[in-house]
């Protein structure tokens, strides 16, 4: 019966959407997003962001139902009034062949990663989005553990095995372990194995969660974790921990770093995570811009889409979402501390020539939960509980594999696309 009703509703709305597409050719371009939704967030994009834009943009953000629920509307029409959608890459990534190809957009002058201009594809060889803003995850060190890098070390180009190195070092030197990790009940340290440890080591999150690959990455980390603060199982936010001077060293998103930066901005610096064998995985929280088919004025949105992604738009949104840019636009000094360090951590991690970018869980639905615990779980009892590491993992890709199967959940970046879901090896 819901199911019903909801498709009555559904074709109800594409009638009323494909009556009122005749006469909005020429109205402003409806900016149809699944981002900055707080008041204050939308306020800012509407004054201060779009209205700069010639011709004017009707800046409209959505909670997921709604969001979700007018696209697919204006998709069974055949065509609607939305002229622009900005979403998170997941959102994106369900409608893939509802967007126009954006390759066509000249962007000559302004640099935008390459690893998100690729995941823009969607694994078809068009432009389907163009990457809008992000954020993520880096590292963050007091600048009175620098002396004991390693020799040769670049720290914005660290190997996880100099990363172990510097944390040996501050231990054995300073007399007390200086590497933090948020591994508290509400840390987010499962983003970690997921983002960072696995696709470095593996080039994977799921398929090759049992690896000879993933195992040595686990290993790498048992290794580190013989250096790291043992108060870290309390850590949730590691900005207070470096604040306190307890870590020197520490990884978390750049959310739960910031006060660290705007506190003490002369004490600390941010730099990217480092890269293991196979590249420097990294988990983007990347949202971008596409066009849908139905568009009413191609020309104006593919206007708008450019105009988003030029630098003066990049900082402005920035300003207002506090989501970092996708190019090199040079930050302007009136931002926060905490921006002004965290933002070059995060350019030159996500521009890098062995960047990898590791998505976000897609398709898992109320199971990305349990999918969470799989990570955790392999930390709790392989690195905190000493279990034997290859039966550990051997018995949690079991778990795993089932999990997929229930989710049907196909593999996302870095793992290869699957038909059906994607399955542990």
């Known amino acids: 019966m819901k199911r019903t009703l909801r498709m009555l509703a559904s074709t109800t709305l594409a009638i009323s959407i494909a009556a009122f597409t005749a006469g909005a050719a020429n109205a402003q371009v409806l900016f149809w997003s699944s981002q900055a939704a707080p008041v204050e967030e939308t306020q800012k994009m509407r004054e201060q962001v779009l209205k700069g834009f010639e011709g004017g943009v009707d800046f409209q953000p959505q909670e997921p139902g709604p969001f979700i629920t007018r696209i697919e509307a204006e998709m069974q029409a055949g065509s609607g009034s939305i002229g622009v959608v900005g979403a998170l890459h997941g959102d994106l990534s369900r409608y893939a062949d509802n967007w126009v190809d954006l390759s066509g957009i000249d962007l000559s002058g302004i640099a935008v990663s390459p690893a998100f201009l690729e995941l823009g594809k969607l694994g078809t060889s068009e432009q389907k989005y163009l990457p809008w803003m992000q954020a993520t995850y880096v590292m963050a060190a007091n600048k009175e553990a620098l002396p004991f890098l390693p020799e040769g070390a670049d720290i914005n180009a660290l190997t996880y095995d100099q990363l172990v190195a510097w944390a040996k070092n501050l231990a054995e030197q300073t007399g007390s372990p200086k590497f933090g990790f948020p591994a508290g009940p509400k840390g987010l340290k499962h983003r970690f194995f997921q983002g960072f440890l696995l696709p470095s080591y593996a080039g994977s999150t799921v398929t090759k969660f049992r690896s000879a690959e993933a195992e040595a990455g686990w290993t790498m980390f048992k290794e580190l974790w013989?250096?790291?603060?043992?108060?870290?199982?309390?850590?949730?936010?590691?900005?207070?921990?470096?604040?306190?001077?307890?870590?020197?060293?520490?990884?978390?998103?750049?959310?739960?770093?910031?006060?660290?930066?705007?506190?003490?901005?002369?004490?600390?610096?941010?730099?990217?995570?480092?890269?293991?064998?196979?590249?420097?995985?990294?988990?983007?929280?990347?949202?971008?811009?596409?066009i849908p088919k139905g568009a009413p004025d191609m020309e104006a949105s593919k206007a708008l889409v450019k105009y988003m992604m030029q630098p003066e738009t990049q900082i402005a949104t920035l300003l207002a979402t506090n989501f970092f840019p996708v190019t090199d636009a040079p930050l302007p000094a009136e931002l926060s501390k905490s921006a002004q360090a965290l933002g070059p951590a995060v350019t030159a991690m996500t521009s890098a020539d062995d960047a990898l970018p590791a998505l976000l869980p897609v398709g898992l639905g109320d199971l990305g939960g349990q999918f969470n615990q799989v990570y955790i779980d392999t930390f709790e009892r392989a690195v905190l509980g000493g279990q034997d590491l290859r039966q550990v993992?051997?018995?949690?890709?079991?778990?795993?594999?089932?999990?997929?199967?229930?989710?049907?959940?196909?593999?996302?970046?870095?793992?290869?696309?699957?038909?059906?879901?994607?399955?542990?090896e």
């Open 226 to 290: 013989q250096y790291t603060n043992p108060a870290s199982t309390n850590y949730d936010f590691m900005q207070e921990p470096l604040l306190t001077g307890d870590v020197w060293v520490a990884f978390d998103h750049i959310a739960r770093l910031g006060e660290a930066f705007n506190q003490r901005p002369d004490d600390f610096v941010a730099f990217p995570a480092p890269a293991g064998p196979i590249g420097r995985g990294f988990m983007p929280v990347l949202a971008g811009v596409a």
């Open 393 to 424: 993992l051997d018995q949690q890709a079991e778990t795993l594999r089932a999990l997929m199967v229930q989710a049907n959940a196909p593999c996302w970046l870095p793992d290869q696309p699957s038909e059906g879901p994607c399955l542990v």
